[in-house]
């Protein structure tokens, strides 16, 4: 379902890929019009940040990076992608490495997202973000055999 809000026109790219490292630069400077500018013009885009809750559309994503922006930007880089792409979607499971400031110094830690993109009418866009605490220390280390969780 199409949205009526005005949306950003700022250019992300002609790939998922593109629009993957568009969203993960805006989230490291802090730019919350190119990043709101990485998602789809939809109603029912959905966003969960690592503990939080569902957040449904635009408006509650957009709250919640700003609320996140006025903390810090985050430190953070990508440590490994496994894609599953079609020709209207790709899924991105990511692990996050974010390094935080603490008055003892700093400290690591990684956080496991899963990025859905969709082609839409304005080109690749993210769809859903759903991202969890993942191990403590190091990332975990890259499976080549397929497990079922449940």
Known sequence: MRSNRMKST????????????????????????????????????VCVHPGGPRLVGAGQIRASFEALFTRGTPQLRIEDVHRVESLSSSVH???????????????EGFVVATNVFHKTAQGWRLVAHHA???????????????????
Do not use: N
């Open 10 to 45: 700022a250019t992300v790219g002609g790939r998922p890929d593109d629009v993957e490292a568009q969203f993960y630069d805006a989230l490291r400077s802090g730019d919350l019009a190119r990043l709101m500018a990485c998602w789809a013009d939809e109603d029912d885009i």
């Open 93 to 107: 499971s990511v692990i996050e490495k974010v390094t935080v400031e603490l008055p003892d110094g700093p400290r």
């Open 132 to 150: 969890t605490p993942g191990a403590v220390g190091e990332a975990p280390p890259r499976s080549e055999s397929h497990q079922t969780l449940h």
